[in-house]
């Protein structure tokens, strides 16, 4: 604690509500918004998935409604978040598990109060109070209980007005680096889409054509996969973990308990064939290592006599991307098959034209993947700034 500053609990200068049970079954299509768990995230409330209930001003349930700016915190999983309700979402209704803590009197400032609990050390506080083990829940009886500095408005303002100003000057550092890594995303698929453009030479061949051999991998469960073993990729992998081509496999399994082996090569070009949305079905990537790999299933290997990144490249402009979800529609996941991919035409020019643009697509993606490498740094050296600031200002004397 700061040596001179006064201390109360948070349920005498705040007021804390619980959020109700609304019932999922209910949702609407349009009414008032409700703020769940996954919407409260450290510093914000994200807008994602949005749910709406058919709330009425007559309802009973209107003290749940949330006012502009109220602090939200989770107390369920990521215990002591806290996120400041912005005017986009409202109206809004609090859903349970998401405490409301609403301002009693003007003794206390809401933002230096928002400073303070998005503190690491706050919320270390919150988990070490919570209970459960396989998730976390915390009580809004301990919330209301737990001491908070409440040190003259003066000082309050003071302390507020510094952090804001520092975390300007830290948001502009993420910024700079956002812009920095969309301008290089930006020209990457204007040259995707300039280069990819059909000459005067292409021909417009049909993946049919271009294939020497199509077929279906072979499952391999999450239980199969090993540290070390014969080296395999697993559909949803296509999706999260590679790019447009790769060399090394992430995944190992013991090659004896895959019953039905299906193996893929260099220069193979593997497509998802489930997925979440039209927009991804199909998605693909070239194999470029020198081992023998197993695919799993959900996995169509595609053998070709071109120049696999160009072919990658090309399956992945938007012009690929409308044919692989030509016709194809979402009930809980979407899927494809071989006889769709097969009717995928690509502009293919000679293979010294391929190896040319795929050299140049691979120097512009290689800025993308590094300038997403200092993005993901600059995020985590702010996120750590903020913190040593959030330290030296409440827990730091002097």
Known sequence: ????????????????LNGFAFKSSNYVDCGIRIIRITNVQKGIIVDNSPKYYPLSEESNLNKYILKKNDLLMSLTGNVGRVGLLPTGLTPAALNQRVACIRMKNDNLSKTFLFHYLNSNSFEQLCIENASGAAQLNLSTVWLSNVQIPVPP????????????????????????AEKQLQAAKD???????????????WKMKTIDSLQTDMYRGSGITREQIRLEGVPCVRYGEIYTTYNYWFEECVSHTDEQIINSKKYFEHGDILFAITGESVEDIGKSIAYLGHNKCLA????????HNQNPKYLAYALSTPDAIAQKGFGKTKLKVVHTNAPSLKAIVLPIPTLPEQQRIADRLDALSANVKALQTNYTETITLCNDLKQALLKKVFEEDG
């Open 1 to 16: 604690m700061k040596e001179g500053w006064k201390y109360m609990k948070l349920g005498e200068v705040c007021e804390i």
């Open 153 to 176: 408005i003066s000082d309050q303002q003071r302390i507020v007005s510094y952090l804001d100003a520092e975390f300007a000057k830290i948001e502009a550092l993420k910024a700079n």
């Open 187 to 201: 020209l990457f698929q204007a040259a995707l889409k300039e280069l990819l453009t059909p000459k005067e030479g």
């Open 296 to 303: 799993g299933g959900d996995i169509i290997v595609m053998k």
